[in-house]
């Protein structure tokens, strides 16, 4: 139960921020004016008003609707992952609501304007200019979380088996002897 509540609260608090966030950005820019918020970033970050028909960062922009649909795949994908995680996970709830949850920001955005609001536009100049939203930002957060988790009980789980007593190794302690040069 608890890992279903953390997974609801995340899911929650990503899709809140990410719509409260756009709807400022709606409220107060112009669609393609930008603010500095922090002057001495710029031009490496900055708040532009734009809108995407595509993936995240912009990628497919034509395929939106198929977007829409993929979205609402991958909600319902996450979740029958996460009925078969471990109740002794302690980030997977958080970074699959946080997949979840940005998920549903942009699915309400293609509902509601027919496109996804973006305003956090990070640039390299001469090598990349990107504007996104922090739905797109959670998912792909959300995301890396997932892997590290995996990852690191991957790991533990080697790291036990070594340790595990088997019928040649009763005790499960190493058996490899450490020896030291004689003089």
Wanted: glycine share 6%; aromatic share 8%; hydrophobic share 45%.
């Amino acid at each position: 139960m608890r890992k279903w509540i953390l997974l609801s609260v995340a899911s929650l608090i990503t899709l809140v921020i990410d719509q409260v966030t756009k709807l400022w950005v709606i409220n107060n820019l112009e669609l393609y004016e930008s603010i500095q918020p922090i002057p001495s970033l710029v031009p490496l970050f900055q708040i532009t008003r734009s809108t995407n028909t595509g993936a995240a960062f912009g990628i497919l922009p034509m395929a939106g609707n198929m977007f829409l649909v993929l979205a609402i795949i991958i909600i319902v994908v996450m979740l029958w992952y996460f009925r078969d995680t471990p109740n002794s996970s302690r980030l997977i709830p958080i970074a699959v609501g946080m997949v979840i949850g940005g998920a549903i920001g942009n699915v309400i955005d293609r509902i509601q304007y027919g496109h996804v609001v973006d305003f956090v536009h990070y640039q390299i100049p001469n090598i990349i200019s990107n504007v996104s939203n922090l739905a797109d930002h959670g998912i792909v957060f959300g995301v890396f979380l997932i892997i590290g988790e995996n990852l690191w009980r991957e790991y533990q789980e080697k790291k036990l088996a070594k340790t595990e007593p088997t019928p040649d190794n009763p005790t499960g302690r190493s058996t490899s002897v450490e020896t030291t040069p004689s003089d």
